[in-house]
């Protein structure tokens, strides 16, 4: 169970100015804004994938002080698209998940058997979400992660998502875009417009 608070201190990137946000233990902030504000990149930056101005902390773990692939690991983030290297899923996990998760996002019991390259996107998109999840890291950065699903299998990884954030404790940020999903899944609803990043009421969605 994590107790640490992800926070973003003045962190500016590309158009984005000087972004401040504390994420809470078990909080999921969805993140919107027009295609092409810069929600990726922000992910990226609080990733240290980018190089950026401003700070981010993971509890008393200050970015700027922690080598890339440590923080990486603590600080975790799932594309939208996942990179895969290996040629059979399994090899990618370093725990193997139970069949019962395989089983709530919607996968058949033989998936980790399978060879990545009969993968289909929305397989490789639940997969890549099972692989980060099952490294139980320290926050997650979800970067629309349900982009390549259809409607019944997003609302099933919607909720197997929030139960597991909730139950570990993990600080979220969530680029998402659908008002229905950022109403189902969002504990505060965040924006990017015209270079800022501002909270949006609850009343909006
Ligand atoms: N490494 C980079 N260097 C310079 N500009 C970049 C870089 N990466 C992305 N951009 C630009 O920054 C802007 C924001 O890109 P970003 O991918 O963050 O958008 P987004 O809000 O996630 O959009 P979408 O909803 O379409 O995915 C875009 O104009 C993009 O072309």
């Known amino acids: 169970m994590s107790e640490e608070c992800l926070r973003l201190d003045r962190v500016a990137i590309g158009e984005l100015a000087e972004a401040s946000l504390d994420v809470e233990p078990g909080e999921i902030v969805c993140l919107s804004g027009a295609s092409g504000s810069g929600k990726s990149r ?23 002080q922690t080598p890339g692939h440590t923080w990486r690991r603590q600080v975790m983030l799932v594309p939208a ?8 899923v399994v090899e990618h996990f370093f725990h193997e998940p139970e069949a019962a998760e395989l089983e709530a996002l919607g996968l058949a019991p033989d998936a980790l058997a399978w060879q990545v390259g009969r993968l289909s996107t929305g397989e490789k998109q639940r997969l890549g979400l099972l692989r980060a999840v099952s490294r139980e890291p320290g926050a997650l950065l979800l970067d629309e992660p349900t982009a390549n699903l259809d409607d019944a299998t997003s609302k099933r990884v919607e909720a197997w998502l929030k139960a597991r954030i909730h139950e570990r404790g993990w600080p979220t940020l969530w680029v ?30």
Do not use: K
Not at 48 to 55: C, I, W
Not at 81 to 88: D, K, R, V
Not at 182 to 187: K, Q
């Open 42 to 64: 922000l992910l990226r930056a609080v990733a240290d994938l980018e190089p950026h101005e401003g700070e981010v902390r993971l509890g008393e773990q200050a970015q700027a």
């Open 81 to 88: 698209e996942s990179h895969w290297w290996a040629e059979t």
């Open 176 to 205: 998402a875009h659908d008002r229905g999903q950022i109403a189902r899944v969002a504990d505060r609803h965040w924006r990017i417009a015209n270079g800022r990043l501002e909270e949006v009421d609850a009343a909006w969605t």
